[in-house]
């Protein structure tokens, strides 16, 4: 079990850019979210995809966000003409399929991507 | 709507004794409540999950709480170490299958343990 990765560790580019980020979940977990975090605050859900499926976005997720996971393995978040706003911590995490109950809701982290837009 | 409160200031503890940190919700009916410890820089780790129809739980050094007529969980660390300090936070999901996507956090507090 090598852990949920995340790349690049730290982004820092010019408002207005576009910019990519990479996520590896555990490999038999076939659930995948995408969270932002902000200095002094708690997680906040952006999406989650099941398998390839993109099953829940927030309605904080502007149009300038798109996230993809092709082939139910890894994903990519992307941010279009981003804004100073949009400089936080981006967090992937990933989960077992879920059995029912509760035993396979605890979420695995990886240590996210750091970004500051200028 | 949906609120989750956790105190935003910092518990400063003695090493040895135990920390007591508090999770308040309003607006929320969740099926489960879990905690996480949270280093600088790094993503959340998972700690303990605690299901709207049990009372404690138990693992090694902590204990968490959850009281759903108070709308509350307390989390306990005993015999706190300086390598407890961290921030920690709770989360709430609502009942459903696969509720993990719906999971809610707290702000965190963040505990510091001294020598």
């Known amino acids: 079990d090598t852990g949920v990765s995340q790349d690049p560790r730290h982004k820092i580019t010019k408002r207005g850019q576009n910019v990519t980020f990479r996520c590896d979940p555990i490999?038999?977990?076939?659930?995948l979210y995408w969270y932002r975090q902000t200095l002094g605050q708690g997680p906040e859900f952006l999406t989650y995809?099941?398998?390839?499926?993109?099953?829940?976005k927030s309605r904080l997720l502007s149009d300038r966000f798109s996230a993809e996971r092709p082939k139910g393995s890894f994903s990519t978040l992307e941010i279009q003409r981003t804004e100073q706003g949009d400089s936080a911590m981006y967090l992937c995490?990933?989960?077992?399929?879920?059995?029912?109950?509760?035993?396979?809701?605890?979420?695995?982290f990886g240590s996210g991507t750091q970004l500051s837009v200028l | 709507s949906q609120k989750i409160e956790q105190n935003s200031e910092a518990l400063n503890i003695q090493e040895g004794k135990t920390a007591t940190l508090t999770c308040n919700y309003t607006?929320?009916?969740?099926?489960?409540l879990q905690w996480y410890r949270q280093d600088p820089g790094r993503g959340p780790v998972f700690l303990l999950l605690?299901?709207?129809?049990?009372k404690e739980k138990r693992k090694e050094r902590l204990k968490v709480t959850f009281d759903t007529t108070l709308k509350q969980s307390l989390f306990h660390i005993t015999a706190s170490q300086p390598a407890d300090s961290a921030t920690y936070l709770c989360?709430?999901?609502?009942?459903?299958?696969?509720?993990?996507?719906?999971?809610?956090f707290g702000t965190g507090t963040r505990l510091q343990v001294t020598l």
């Open positions: 995490a990933s989960s077992p399929p879920w059995t029912g109950g509760s035993a396979n809701e605890k979420l695995f």
């Open positions: 490999s038999e977990h076939n659930r």
């Open positions: 995809f099941q398998n390839e499926a993109q099953l829940e």
């Open positions: 607006n929320y009916s969740p099926a489960y």
């Open positions: 605690i299901r709207e129809n049990e």
């Open positions: 989360a709430l999901a609502p009942l459903g299958t696969g509720t993990a996507s719906k999971l809610t």
